[in-house]
């Protein structure tokens, strides 16, 4: 199976160009062969744009309709953060719209970063587990890949790839060039890590997108600026097991102090 | 300026399978506004292939002609590697063809590695330099990028870029990872380096294929796999002044001994 991570600015309440920017990678990547395009964190409207309270939109609103369709015209699933209005309260939420228009997945983001986002949102409190192609994934936001403990409940619920839709700003460089290949070792998942890049209000963003092994291997990975990965699982499903996590078995249990 | 490196198995002869490749790559990264895609080293008919000295064409041939045409009907310019026939002796060519299917630079590879290498053909002795949207472009050929003289050389000729098409197999894996980002900080160039991975008769390429700045900052990295990296060079562009090598310009000379 072949992913593709977009890496590029934040629209920064710019939709049109956020559109454009979607469709085309889209298509470029499904020209190579890509299954799957991750795109960024509240990629719409944009991670840290202002307008979030009066632009995100319900569950089934134009831009989930245009996300469908640009979907089903790439042939090629595609994984993206907006903003959503739940009832009286707006969700981080990430999306999932496999190549024929149909909505896969819907997660909102459990671990809330900073106060600015809790804030802003309410978060989710649970998993989204789906399969693509045949392959068990689970859906996870920016912050929420750095839990271990919520990494190992994907891995538990038998996630193989987990797909992480980012806006991960600078000096953070930790999380992906550290943070995101060590969990994936840890657990044994493969993760594709798309993050943001360049400045928006008083962010910049880190890049650094990856699309990482079980082995800690990446199989690709990008620097600062705007970049379009297209990599195939193939090493990181043929990892051996021997050099894959054991952790999941091995937990022992502790024994209260006291 | 937006460059991608193409990273897949070697054809091993199979010409339809590589001008399949390089037609979809192509496509695909000019959907994504690439420039240019280098693909790597003696691609066709593939690098550890037994078949050179039957299958190489001269200059002009239909290999080159067809693919002036992909250039042209992607509007995007490549960089390969290619078995070139010259008179009675064999080059390991690499050919640039821009996106109107002009031919922009042929580079005879200097450095021949090894005794296979030696033997099948005849070294170039001379750099090659080129245009390219107004970036002054150096292409190399694998083994020659590990040499400080030649890269050197190049940047002491104008070259920002250099386009290096590659076949670099395991265990050599510090070249991707050492050498070529060492490279392009020494000598304060970005570095665009095509390899391919897989096996291939005796050889297994050792993917890590890149796109690297004059900081020594990865633009984008391969791992072991398949990949299409497509990365905006702007970040290598804007790494300030204090960043770039002054070895070109501080270089003392040496009494001789004696």
């Given at each position: 199976m072949i992913v593709a991570v977009y890496q590029g600015p934040s629209p920064d309440g710019d939709i049109a160009a956020a559109f454009e920017a979607i469709a085309r990678m889209l298509a470029a990547a499904a020209a190579a062969g890509a299954r799957l395009v991750v795109f960024p964190e509240l990629y719409l409207p944009g991670y840290?744009?202002?307008g979030i309270p009066v632009l995100a939109q319900s569950a089934g609103g134009a831009w989930e309709r245009r996300l469908a369709d640009l979907a089903r015209t790439a042939g090629c699933a595609l994984a993206i953060g907006l903003a959503e209005r739940d009832g009286d309260v707006l969700r981080n939420t990430a999306l999932v719209f496999d190549g024929t228009g149909r909505e896969l997945a819907r997660y909102r983001k459990v671990q809330l970063y900073g106060p600015r986002e809790q804030a802003l949102f309410v978060p989710g409190d649970r998993l989204c587990l789906f399969d693509l192609d045949g392959i068990r994934c689970g859906l996870m936001i920016c912050y929420d890949v750095e839990f271990a403990p919520l990494v190992r409940a994907n891995a538990a619920a038998g996630a193989a790839l987990l797909i992480v839709p980012t806006a991960n700003p600078v000096?953070?460089?930790?999380?992906?060039?550290?943070t995101v290949p060590a969990q994936a070792v840890n657990h044994g998942v493969i993760i594709a890590y798309a993050n943001l890049c360049g400045p928006e209000g008083d962010l910049v963003y880190s890049g650094g997108s990856c699309i990482v092994g079980?082995?800690?291997?990446?199989l690709a990975s990008a620097g600062p600026g705007a970049a379009l990965l297209i990599a195939d699982l193939a090493p990181a499903f043929a990892v051996p097991a021997a050099m894959r996590s054991t952790q999941l078995a091995d937990l022992r249990p502790l024994t209260p102090e006291g």
């Open positions: 840290n744009h202002a000096p953070f460089h930790h999380v992906p060039r550290l079980p082995d800690g291997a990446m």
